[in-house]
């Protein structure tokens, strides 16, 4: 566990604030430190800041994320990097059959609660190619550990480009990266 | 709806597509057509998969049922005008009916020597239509403000983008369009 007081921790400040902002990439985007915020840990909850070489897992919903019509992924899968941040689970610290299951749960509550909502599957990642999406040579994407006491695996990855075209070329390039690489539950 | 969608979906995968070229870009040089799916068994496969009688009604065309692929995306964008008024009644969010009749009539408007669009809706209830095709990645996203937003990049080796945004489509729009939109015909 990290000692930084949040105090000396910029970026514990900001997600513990922005905790429930469903918008909070916005506000990141005001932070002109908001790179450099990948080399500190932005929960008490998390073991530790995103290493590049860790596997990363995308829990997958229809009707958001897949098209059961065409079976293929949709680029609004990866929406989230532009408002609340990309929910992502780390491998080694939240097995995926764990995350399905937290996932097949989020799902029934969300079909109770809003609309119906059902579980596709995953996608797994690795965090340096997530890194790597650029575009005109700026990196697009960072990623936060943003662990939460139910799941300190829970890691954000969030448009460090406040662009409306930074971010459509984002989420080209992802569904272009990842179209092909859907697990089904 | 949803499985009769699939089970016409998945009788549209096992007919012969009949591709045609007709419309604003026959003058353009771009060539690709909007694909047609011809048969003459669709009513009565749809009756028995749905397992009710069959109340669909498609166009004819010579002797031949034909079901244009638009006709599926127009459903598939009301089908989602559904999901925004139930997740409104849930949560409280505006739900803007005329969102819906704006991206449908922006469908109608896609001229016919453009691959039909897939639709999707994002989670904060923004719609949008995508195409990716052989050549190009491209989405038409209809945002808050009730204009569009289209975005193409190509997948050549400099993977050339275009961006363009606050656009009140029309017709004219569309055709204005025809460069960056014919990036989308395959060779």
């Known amino acids: 566990m990290h000692s930084e007081t949040v105090a000396q921790n910029p970026c514990r400040t900001f997600f513990q604030l922005h905790e429930l902002n469903q918008d909070k990439v916005k506000a990141l985007n005001e932070q002109e430190d908001r790179l450099n915020w990948e080399s500190l840990s932005a929960s008490s909850h998390s073991p530790g800041i995103v290493d590049s070489g860790e596997v990363l897992c995308r829990i997958l919903f229809d009707p958001i994320h897949f098209d059961p019509l065409t079976s293929t992924l949709k680029p609004s899968a990866f929406d989230d990097i532009c408002n609340k941040g990309l929910s992502v689970n780390r491998v080694k610290h939240r097995g995926i059959a764990e995350s399905l299951a937290a996932g097949a749960a989020q799902a029934e509550t969300a079909s109770r609660l809003r609309t119906p909502r059902s579980l596709y599957g995953h996608l797994v990642a690795l965090a340096s190619e997530l890194r790597s999406v650029a575009r005109e040579g700026q990196r697009c994407l960072a990623i936060y550990d943003t662990a939460i006491p139910e799941n300190p695996s829970h890691a954000d990855v969030c448009m460090v480009v406040p662009d409306r075209a930074a971010f459509r070329s984002a989420r080209a390039q992802l569904h272009d990266k990842y179209k092909s690489q859907l697990v089904p539950a | ?187």
């Not at chain 2, 089970?7 to 694909?35: D, H, W, Y």
């Not at chain 2, 109340?55 to 010579?62: E, H, K, R, T």
């Not at chain 2, 691959?115 to 809706?121: A, G």
């Open chain 2, 1 to 187: 709806m949803l499985m009769e969608t699939i089970a016409f979906a998945t009788l549209l995968a096992s007919q012969k597509p009949v591709t045609k070229m007709e419309g604003l870009f026959s003058n353009s040089g771009i060539n690709c057509g909007r694909q047609f799916f011809e048969t003459t068994d669709i009513s009565h496969v749809y009756t028995s998969v749905a397992g009710r009688q069959g109340s669909f009604v498609a166009p004819v065309l010579n002797s031949g049922w034909v079901y244009d692929q638009q006709d599926s995306l127009v459903s598939q964008i009301t089908d989602y005008g559904e999901v925004l008024k139930a997740r409104s009644a849930a949560d409280g969010r505006p739900y803007d009916l005329a969102q819906i009749q704006k991206m449908i009539g922006a469908i109608k408007m896609i001229p016919s020597g453009i691959p039909t669009p897939n639709p999707m809706l994002s989670d904060s209830g923004e719609l949008g239509l995508y195409w990716d095709t052989e050549s190009a990645f491209a989405d038409l996203v209809l945002e808050a403000s009730g204009r569009f937003s289209l975005f193409i990049r190509q997948k050549d080796g400099a993977s050339k983008e275009t961006f363009l945004e606050d656009i009140d489509l029309t017709e004219s729009v569309f055709e204005s369009l025809a460069e960056p939109l014919g990036l989308l015909c395959d060779a």
